[in-house]
């Protein structure tokens, strides 16, 4: 696992993010803002579970149940409720609820007995949205009835949804960048190098671990809400292991130890998905080369590369002083009759 890189937030690079934001649709056709869209939302949903497992070492493959519990909550509750607010605000604290809860049961176990008991608590999910066809439709899912409306009227439209999605991409860049530099999350990345040292400094890890746990499920249903906007459409599907196990290539393709890093993989992995597709069929099997690719490198995920290759490029560039050995054997020389 990579280290966690950067404890302050970068303004100008949230500054030059956000002018990237805004400036795309420009370049893009009608298909490509449709895509960038999907990517917004899944970026939120990859720095999620970068958060827990680049910054507290927390690896789970049920990351998909808050997501889903949040893209249920809107679907549901919008056929009573239109408030955009509300039902956003719901769905993020439906999610946060599951992730405290079942993060108070799951910390008693490390390791692969955590990453199994997160995998079963999603299954659990999933087999109860597919059960209740009377309430989620069951295995076809259920329809999003309500449109995102801030005050301003309804955004329907490709480009109203698309800086929706973008500006909500940087709101929840900003925060976990936010909590990654302050003193708590300072205080979970000590918890993952070294829990027994933190622990006899007075720390409580344990709550620790769960406020991060329990941010990070709000985060992930937070996308959740905004993606049964984007998609109008919810099914158990996105409660699976299989959810979980897409989230995971798109923080580890991408980088962990970083908040930057998840969002890339999700981008590289949406644009693999939808492009790649076109030519061939075998599309997952090209994704999952990528990704053995990546875990055996065991040098990071592109972040890191490009990170990597960016150092290389300075070192290249960056003028060489002679050894001080050399000049002053070359020093002596000189003064040698």
Known sequence: MTRATGTRVPWPGVAALALLVLLLPLALPAFGVGIATEIYV????????????????????????????????VALLG???SNTYVLVAAAVAVAALLACVSGALFFRSTGAYFLMLTLAFAQVLFAAAFQAE???????????????????????GELGLYYLMGGSFLLCYVLLRLFVSSPAGRVVRGIMENELRMR???????????????????????????YSYFNLYVTPDLLGWVFSGQALIMVIVGGTGTLLGPAVGAAFFIVVRNYVSFYTEYWALIMGL????????????????????????LAARAPR?????????????????
């Open 42 to 73: 899944m970026a939120i949903f990859a720095m999620s579970l970068g958060l827990i497992i680049g910054y507290a070492g927390l690896v789970s493959l049920g990351h998909a149940a808050f997501f889903g519990a949040g893209a249920y909550t």
């Open 134 to 156: 009377s309430v989620t439709g069951g295995s076809d899912g259920m329809g999003v009835s309500v449109a995102p409306d801030l005050g301003f009227g309804e955004i329907s």
């Open 79 to 81: 056929e009573r409720v």
């Open 290 to 313: 990528i990704f053995i690719f990546f875990v055996l490198l065991g040098r990071g995920g592109i972040v890191h590369l490009l990170q990597a290759g960016w150092r290389r490029l």
């Open 321 to 337: 002083r002679p050894r001080e050995g050399r000049s002053a054997a070359g020093s002596a020389k000189e003064r040698a009759p």
């Open 200 to 226: 006899a400094l007075g720390y409580n890890t344990f709550s620790y671990k769960l406020f991060a746990y329990t941010l990070a499920g709000g985060v992930a249903g937070f996308a959740g809400a905004l």
